[in-house]
């Protein structure tokens, strides 16, 4: 290949949205992933030299003006896996209303951000394979789990080994409805997995898988199985010291009857709840809310009640500067 002008144009820019995730999915620890509707929106524009930002909403004070921005890095990554030695500036536009540090999949959808906007900025016949933008996005993530949903939508199931992982695409039920309640503090992802023990019992091994394999079934044919479907041995009950509030609003909602889980590393509580029941979720957190104790009498939420989009990130506008 030769320059980067052979394949890129300068003041060309890419729009992309990109939802929200969250990994583990109760007992789906490292392999399920769900996409949750709400976006961020990430716009690349090519320049001769240089990094230009625009930055907006959530997280937009705190992280870098550099290259060490992760849309930026995962642009490159993109660009250097088309076999790009050379390389242009790069302006990015970021709405960001995915909050950072709650477990929401903010760092996921950075990652495929960059990567597919960067890959969609590329002449056709120099774009990556939707294959390979996967492997780049998961790569730089470190889990497939956390970007497999934010590229296909919908529920997916990821496995295998980095270079070589693999994903599947799963329509959740339209009768599934999200409620988030997102704490006011956050917990590191690297906090929350230093938490984990080497090693678990092999009860609670096969106890977790059964527990997998019925919430596939439950969040595609029967959401009525996702209260005892979500239950989960490998990871929120050691996390569970970096959140004590978020631990105690998903016993609250779980012993009212409500699917709660911890999304991702924490410390977002997540209901999957039957449409129906989505109104008395959002009650049962008002309602925790209100009576707190000395250890969360500071903690605020904020609650959302989202969709599972069937679509991953998408462009939204290709305009020419």
Excluded at 57 to 72: K, Y
Excluded at 116 to 121: D, M, Y
Excluded at 243 to 254: D, H, T
Aim: hydrophobic share 45%; with cysteine; aromatic share 4%.
């Amino acid at each position: 290949m030769g320059t980067w002008r052979d394949v890129l144009t300068p003041g060309e820019s890419i729009e992309v949205e990109v939802p929200a995730s969250t990994g583990n999915v109760g007992p789906g620890y490292d392999s399920l992933g769900l996409a949750l509707g709400h976006y961020d929106t990430v716009e690349i524009g090519v320049l001769e030299s240089g990094l230009e930002f625009e930055l907006h909403g959530e997280g937009c004070e705190s992280v870098p003006r550099t290259e060490d921005h992760l849309v930026v890095r995962c642009a490159r990554a993109a660009w250097a896996a088309a076999g790009l030695a050379d390389q242009p500036g790069l302006r990015v536009v970021a709405h960001n209303r995915i909050p950072h540090g709650r477990g929401m999949g903010s760092s996921a959808s950075c990652a495929v951000a960059g990567v597919v906007a960067a890959n969609a900025l590329l002449a056709e016949s120099a774009r990556l394979t939707d294959r390979q933008v996967f492997q780049v996005c998961a790569a730089i993530e470190g889990h497939p789990d956390n970007v497999a949903p934010s590229l296909h939508g919908g529920l997916t199931i990821s496995w295998g080994e980095p270079g070589e992982w693999e994903s599947a695409p799963v329509t959740v039920h339209d009768d599934v409805v999200p409620v988030v309640a997102i704490p006011n503090y956050e917990v590191s992802t690297a906090l929350a997995r230093s938490l984990l023990p080497a090693q678990v019992e092999h009860r609670a091994a096969a106890v977790n898988a059964g527990r997998a394999a019925l919430l596939v079934e439950a969040l595609t044919h029967r959401p009525e199985l996702l209260l005892p479907a979500t239950a989960d041995a490998l990871h929120q009950p050691f996390r569970a010291p970096a959140m004590p509030p978020s631990a105690a609003l998903v016993s609250y909602l779980r012993d009212r009857g409500h699917a709660a889980l911890i999304s991702g590393a924490g410390p977002t509580v997540l209901a999957l709840a039957p449409s129906a029941d989505a109104g008395r979720v959002e009650a049962a957190i008002t309602d925790f809310a209100a009576h707190p104790d000395e250890e969360r009498e500071h903690v605020t939420w904020r609650v959302l009640r989202l969709t599972v989009p069937r679509q991953g990130a998408r462009v939204v506008s290709h305009p020419k500067q």
